[in-house]
């Protein structure tokens, strides 16, 4: 099993649609949690950090289940330009902030 | 600016030449880090660093080298590059640690022939 998956998609959503993403990960020790966006053979950029009580950035919601160990990111009201590919990203050791693990991402198409 | 800065953008080579990929931040950053991206891979850790002189091994670390000798560089080696370390490889820094916000360089797409 990987130690953090995600849907590869690719979602195709119209302008304007409300789409979620989920990303679960094997290590429950782990600390940190993070969205980071990459367009097309770019570099990542950090999207969001994700906080235990889930918190908003705008059209941007991201949320942490602990329990059942998976992490969600909510886009609403797409636009054009959010098409990319969003990587689900996790501290997965406890105490140390010295390696993230990376999933393989989540392709969102936003169409016209 | 800000930035990461990796050079080349483009590299084409061949097996058992050496070459180096060269990384720099003008953010005095201590966490500078590699990564390879491979398709439905997602990006791994290759080699990273949380200070000057002080390096370690990442998840896929066989066939690479790093340095840190300065703050701001952190090149990665391929002393003897071989075809399945034809990737897109990325390096990064961050303030303290992985942990934190990482600022990407602009990637590298390397093919070994």
């Known amino acids: 099993r990987k130690e953090v998956e995600q849907d590869p998609g690719p979602f195709n959503v119209p302008e304007g649609a409300t789409v979620a993403f989920n990303c679960t990960y094997s290590?429950?020790?782990?600390?940190?949690f993070f969205w980071y966006r990459q367009d097309c053979r770019k570099e990542p950029k950090l999207l969001m950090s994700?906080?235990?009580s889930g918190n908003e950035d705008g059209r941007f919601t991201a949320q942490l289940n602990r329990a059942s160990q998976y992490i969600s990111l909510l886009i609403r009201d797409s636009k054009l330009s959010d098409s990319a590919t969003y990587l689900c990203v996790v501290n997965p050791f406890e105490g140390s902030a010295r390696q993230l693990t990376f999933g393989s991402g989540t392709q969102l198409t936003v169409l016209p | 600016e800000a930035q990461v800065t990796q050079n080349p953008r483009y590299l084409i080579t061949v097996t058992g030449k050496k070459l180096t990929v060269t990384c720099s931040q003008n953010m005095n950053h201590e966490y500078m880090s590699w990564y390879r991206q491979d398709p439905g891979l997602g990006l791994r850790q290759i080699y990273y660093s949380m200070n000057v002189e002080v390096t370690d091994k990442g998840d896929v670390p066989e066939g690479y080298k790093v340095s840190r000798k300065e703050k701001r560089n952190f090149p990665l080696i391929l002393e003897s590059p071989s075809p399945n370390q034809t990737s897109l490889y990325f390096c990064?820094?961050?303030?303290?640690?992985?942990?934190?916000?990482?600022?990407f360089g602009s990637g590298t797409q390397l093919s070994v022939l």
């Open positions: 994700v906080y235990s």
């Open positions: 290590n429950s020790a782990s600390q940190s």
């Open positions: 990064a820094s961050s303030l303290y640690g992985a942990g934190e916000k990482l600022f």
